[in-house]
Nanobody, 120 residues
């Protein structure tokens, strides 16, 4: 139905920035609300941010609000996560996913993940 491939992860110092990309194929992403999730070492996977089909509405967890921005370009079939003011606590594997609906904070189809490491 849809395949998702994340990119843009890496190692960055605290206070730095990264921009993650999620490229879709097989089916146009504009049919779906999309989101980003992460799983840190020894932790459960958690919701980070989501965006509606048109990009007009967003949802963020409190710990990233004001630092992270989710966006999408449906013409490019791509979803982005701009991460600023990164903290060591943001270290995790970040996953792009189709979400069941904006506000559900749950995904059903996933990408392979991209590693983000933030050093102090």
């Amino acid at each position: 139905q849809v395949q998702l491939v994340e990119s843009g992860g890496g190692l960055v110092q605290a206070g730095g920035s990264l921009r993650l990309s999620c490229a879709g194929s097989g089916r146009a992403l504009y049919y779906y609300d999309m989101g980003w999730f992460r799983q840190g070492p020894g932790k459960e996977r958690e919701f980070v941010a989501a965006i509606s089909r048109s990009g007009g509405s967003t949802d963020y967890i409190d710990t990233v609000k004001g630092r992270f921005t989710i966006s999408r370009d449906n013409a490019k079939n791509t979803v982005y996560l701009q991460m600023n003011s990164l903290k060591p606590e943001d270290t995790a594997v970040y996953y792009c996913a189709r979400v069941r609906g904006l506000g559900s904070r749950t995904g059903d189809y996933w990408g392979q993940g991209t590693q983000v490491t933030v050093s102090s």
